[in-house]
C-alpha cells in the first residue's frame, strides 16, 4: 500500500490561476511534512516543512497546511507563473517505515502563458 | 556555493561493468542518504549514514556497496551492473535525523546498456 500519495499526477493550469496539491498520508503520527520541486533532469529543492505541531508554513507564494487527523497535506502556489512549471513532491518520515522519508509519485505541474 | 554535490552527473555503462558515484556536503551534516529514482520517477531510500556509521539498508542487493571515508562524503559502488539498475542516483544530506529537513544533490543518471 502507498504510505504517501499524491493526486493528480499532473496537472496544467493558465498563468495567473492559483495551483493547489494535494498530498495524502497514511500514518496520523508523522514528525513533520516536505514538500519538495524538481525540474526535469535536476535534483529537488526543499520548499517547505511542516513540523507536526504546526498547520501551516508559508513562503512568499507558498502556503502549505497540514491536517494529521484526516492524513493531508496541501500545498497552494498562489497567482501561478510558467517558472512554476515543475513536478511537486511531498515527503514525511513514516512510522511504519521505520521513520524513513517516504516520497510520494509527484505531481506534475504546467502552467501555460 | 554547492551544498550537495554528486559526480558524475551522467553514467553510460555496459551490462557487467562496475561503477561508482560520489557525493560530497559542504554544510555539515551528520547524515546522508542515497535515494533511486527510477522511471516511474518513484524515489526510494536505499542507504543511510550518520557520522560514517550504516543506518538504514533497505532491500538492495548487495551488488549495491555504499561506503563513508568521512561523514562529508557517502559514495556508491555497483558491482556487476544491470539492465534494472538504470535510474537517477540522488545523494542527500540532512542535520541528524531523517525528520530534519533533507537537501538533495543533483542526481547521477545511470542508464545500463
Known amino acids: 500500500k502507498q504510505e504517501v500519495t499524491q493526486i493528480p499526477a499532473a496537472l496544467s493550469v493558465p498563468e495567473g490561476e492559483n495551483l493547489v496539491l494535494n498530498c495524502s498520508f497514511t500514518?496520523?503520527?508523522?514528525?513533520?511534512l516536505q514538500w519538495f520541486r524538481q525540474d526535469p533532469g535536476k535534483g529537488l529543492t526543499s520548499l517547505l516543512l511542516i513540523q507536526s505541531s504546526q498547520r501551516e508554513q508559508t513562503s512568499g507564494r507558498l502556503n502549505a497546511s497540514l491536517d494529521k487527523s484526516s492524513g493531508r497535506s496541501t500545498l497552494y502556489i498562489a497567482a501561478s507563473q510558467p517558472g512554476d512549471s515543475a513536478t511537486y513532491l511531498c515527503?514525511?518520515?513514516?512510522?511504519?517505515?521505520?521513520?524513513?522519508?517516504?516520497f510520494g509519485g509527484g505531481t506534475r505541474v504546467l502552467v501555460k502563458p | 556555493d554547492t551544498a550537495v554535490s554528486q559526480t558524475p552527473k551522467y553514467l553510460v555503462t555496459q551490462m557487467g561493468n562496475d561503477k561508482s558515484i560520489k557525493c560530497e556536503q559542504n554544510?555539515?551534516?551528520?547524515?546522508m542518504y542515497w535515494y533511486k529514482q527510477d522511471s516511474k520517477k518513484f524515489l526510494k531510500i536505499m542507504f543511510s549514514y550518520n557520522n560514517k556509521e550504516l543506518i538504514i539498508n533497505e532491500t538492495v542487493p548487495n551488488r549495491f556497496s555504499p561506503k563513508s571515508p568521512d561523514k562529508a562524503h557517502l559514495n556508491l559502488h555497483i558491482n556487476s551492473l544491470e539492465l534494472g539498475d538504470s535510474a537517477v542516483y540522488f545523494c542527500?544530506?540532512?542535520?541528524?535525523?531523517?525528520?530534519?529537513?533533507?537537501?538533495f544533490g543533483p542526481g547521477t543518471r545511470l542508464t545500463v546498456l
Open positions: 500514518d496520523s503520527a508523522i514528525y513533520n
Open positions: 515527503a514525511a518520515p513514516i512510522k511504519a517505515a521505520g521513520n524513513k522519508l517516504t
Open positions: 554544510l555539515g551534516h551528520d547524515t
Open positions: 542527500a544530506s540532512s542535520q541528524s535525523t531523517a525528520t530534519d529537513t533533507q537537501y
